[in-house]
């Protein structure tokens, strides 16, 4: 019998408090692209990441284009690689169009912007993340493996099967929502993340089908559109439809009361609209922060920690001290 390893090995839970960087499937299935170095693909994907930071701190140009400040010594200190396979990694990816520098001059640090790219996969490129062939469904065991076509659970390695096909909309959809705000208090830690748990409440309202003057079509596609941009399929398929159960209750919620305050429904929506991938990211890493088993609304919980994120967010960038050092020396 083949001895165990000494260090530990991961379950099926550990996967799932991984931070994760986004890298494009296409930098492997694009033939335009599938021969660049790692060194230029990871860079491409850092760059990636802070683009969604730029967008979201409003750094774009006169034509609404959104530029990147990454430079050389900070990327490659990220990276943990030396400046010099840096400036090679952005050699290659300028020469493949992937992203133009524009020299700003005068001391400034150099505006980097991200191509459109529209990818032309293989058909024969088949790997992660994921396939269109249906095999590997659900998550097996060593034991399980020989049991082909058992079971019709959602596959973790199919995300975008999570949304329901129909738009019907449930009428628990209708229900308005009470949650306390995050409270910073002191003295420890652990209370500075917590929310007061004894003032999370689900409660109903009357219906009000037409009072934002939408059409039931209108306002499913606004719905759907905030869940487009969350990028639910980056998350596990559990994961990602808690974050739309959440997201779908404050949708349609004909308030939310946040500490004294009861926001009506237009400020609730948009607030939402506000709503990407990174938020949802920080969001998830507060939630398995929890250490108190007491939650006794989960639901309305993850609710008022998402709508909180969503504010923090907006805040932190304000605070960040990496933007702060640039702005500084502008």
Request: with cysteine; hydrophobic share 35%.
């Amino acid at each position: 019998m083949t001895e165990r390893p000494s260090f530990q090995l991961m379950v099926q839970t550990d996967v799932q408090s991984i931070y994760h960087m986004q890298m494009p499937r296409w930098l492997f299935s694009d033939s335009r692209y599938c021969e660049m170095s790692l060194d230029a693909k990871v860079t491409y994907t850092f760059l990636l990441n802070r683009f969604q930071l730029s967008r979201r701190n409003g750094w774009v140009n006169e034509r609404g284009e959104v530029f990147v400040i990454f430079p050389r010594k900070a990327l490659a200190k990220e990276l943990r690689i030396c400046e010099q396979r840096v400036t090679a990694a952005f050699k290659k990816l300028v020469e493949l169009e992937l992203v133009w520098e524009k020299r700003c001059g005068r001391g400034d640090a150099n505006q980097i912007y991200l191509a459109y790219v529209t990818p032309q996969d293989d058909p024969a490129y088949t790997s992660a993340p994921f396939t269109s062939q249906g095999e590997d469904r659900g998550s097996r065991t060593t034991d399980s493996a020989p049991l082909e076509g058992a079971g019709d659970g959602i596959s973790a390695q199919e995300p975008q099967d999570l949304r329901p096909k129909s738009r019907e909309m449930c009428d628990c959809r209708t229900a308005g929502i009470e949650a306390a705000e995050p409270q910073n208090r002191t003295p420890s830690k652990k209370e500075k993340r917590e929310i007061d748990r004894s003032q999370i409440k689900v409660s109903p309202s009357c219906p009000a089908h037409a009072r934002d003057g939408l059409t039931d079509e209108e306002r499913e596609e606004d719905f759907l559109d905030i869940l487009d941009e969350c990028e639910l399929s980056y998350f596990p398929p559990e994961t990602a439809l808690v974050f739309e159960n959440a997201i779908e209750r404050l949708y349609y919620a004909d308030s939310y009361r946040v500490g004294n305050a009861t926001l009506p429904q237009s400020r609730v929506r948009a607030k939402l609209r506000r709503l990407d991938g990174m938020i949802l990211r920080e969001v998830e890493h507060k939630l398995r922060e929890n250490r108190d088993e007491n939650v006794k609304n989960s639901t309305a919980y993850i609710m008022a920690v998402l709508f909180n994120c969503i504010a923090e967010g907006e805040s932190d960038l304000l605070i960040d001290p990496y933007l702060n050092s640039l702005s500084s020396t502008a």
